[in-house]
């Protein structure tokens, strides 16, 4: 079941309307059998089309919807310098510390000023590779 749902685009919707936008490490063994997103993906229809228009269709009938012509990230919609550090916090969250995490970006915000790259580089851990 794990495999089926990282792959679903309607499981990913469903755990992105429930908790927010998903990461790699989000879908887990236990993720993909909460029925409340089984069932939430179920309801989901999804059409091949440029862009993405969600609509979302409450019990009473009433509906939302939003268009994004171009996703987050392309030249069209290019990322912010937050969103940025916010997917650098997400990506390394779960395997690196947050303080760690804030020494490491504020290093990358002022890279120019460092005497070399080994700077960077030892506080990835990998000190002496190149």
Request: hydrophobic share 35%; charged share 25%; net charge neutral.
């Amino acid at each position: 079941m794990l495999i089926e749902a990282q792959f679903s685009l309607s499981f990913m919707l469903a755990v992105a309307l429930c908790d927010g936008p998903p990461t790699e490490y989000d879908v887990t063994d236990e993720t993909s059998k909460r029925k409340e997103l089984v069932a939430l993906s179920n309801k989901i229809t999804h059409y091949v089309n440029m862009g993405a228009v969600v609509t979302v269709r409450v019990t009473s009938g009433q509906e939302y919807q939003k268009r994004v012509r171009y996703p987050k990230g392309t030249s069209q919609n290019p990322m912010t310098e937050e969103d940025l550090e916010d997917k650098f916090r997400a990506n390394l969250g779960p395997v690196v510390s947050k303080d760690r995490i804030a020494t490491l970006l504020d290093t990358i915000r002022n890279y120019y000023a460092l005497p070399g790259i080994g700077t960077l580089m030892a506080l990835t851990g990998r000190e002496g590779q190149s």
